[in-house]
């Protein structure tokens, strides 16, 4: 199986030739669109959607993202294989949420030497399309690049969150379509299970602890443990990015109350 994340977009034929890149090296190959709807040049956000779709899909699957600001230069294509799964991605720091935690890491520059049929601004059809295909028919990471030290890959696109007590500084990650505001606070933190909050950056706003949408009072602002691996900010049936005021990678600070999660 391979699963793309580009910012693409549907409008113009880049998705569909990027496919049949793939299919002309692996007419068998279950192709997955996760989404091409990545904001333009937004390494970060691709990061995110990488790291939140990594435990949505079987060992063996090869995640092909492609969010390559820098494609024609001298950015290396790489791939890594972390939880029986393979990433394939420029070197830009769009891997780094997805790496983060628990897991062996190997890593390997699958940077073509020289590949004249290669044009200089379509990388996702001409490299990594062929990559995923042969990695999909059985090729194995090893046998296409050199390896390197993981410790070498460009330092990740994607924010991290922290906390000093119960106060946290974090960043908007993304947006989704009904305006929750999803923040690089990772679900396994050991946030307050109870008691009252206050956003006080980058306006003032009182906020209450939730266990989901239903359990907020309608229009009422709560910090909930979401579905994508991160705590997210929400208003029931409304926009917390418009309640809030808050847009793509906005930092933004909390102060919590009540007694910590146990670990």
């Known amino acids: ?15 569909g030739q990027m496919k049949g890149a793939i299919l002309a090296g692996a007419p068998g190959a279950l192709i997955v669109d996760i989404t091409h709807m990545v904001e333009p040049h937004n390494v970060a ?70 590949d004249a049929a290669a044009s200089a601004t379509f990388h996702g059809r001409d490299v990594f399309a062929p990559l995923a295909a042969l990695l999909d028919s059985g090729e194995e990471l090893a046998s296409l690049g050199q390896g390197i030290d993981p410790s070498t890959l460009a330092p990740g696109a994607v924010s991290e969150a922290k906390n000093t007590g119960n106060t946290w500084l974090a960043h908007v990650l993304h947006i989704d379509r009904f305006g ?53 900010l929400a208003v029931n049936q409304g926009s917390a990015a418009e309640v809030l005021g808050l847009a793509l990678g906005d930092e933004v600070e909390l102060i919590l109350a009540g007694e910590p999660a146990r670990p």
């Open 45 to 114: 956000q691709a990061g995110f959607f990488l790291a939140a779709s990594l435990g949505s899909f079987p060992k063996g699957t090869i995640f092909a993202a492609v969010v390559d600001p820098g494609v024609g230069s001298e950015r290396r294509i790489v791939g890594v294989s972390k939880r029986g799964r393979i990433l394939l991605a420029p070197d830009n720091g769009l891997l780094g949420l997805a790496l983060r935690g628990p897991g062996a890491v190997e890593a390997f520059d699958l940077t073509p030497a020289s």
């Open 180 to 232: 929750d505001c999803v923040l690089d606070i990772a679900s396994d933190a050991r946030l307050p299970v109870s008691g009252g909050a206050m956003l006080t950056r980058p306006a003032s706003f009182v906020i209450e602890l939730a266990r989901n949408y239903e359990s907020l009072g309608y229009g009422r602002i709560g910090l909930i443990c979401g579905s994508q691996g991160f705590y997210e």
């Open 1 to 15: 199986m391979i699963a793309l994340i580009t910012d693409f977009g549907l409008a113009d034929p880049y998705v």
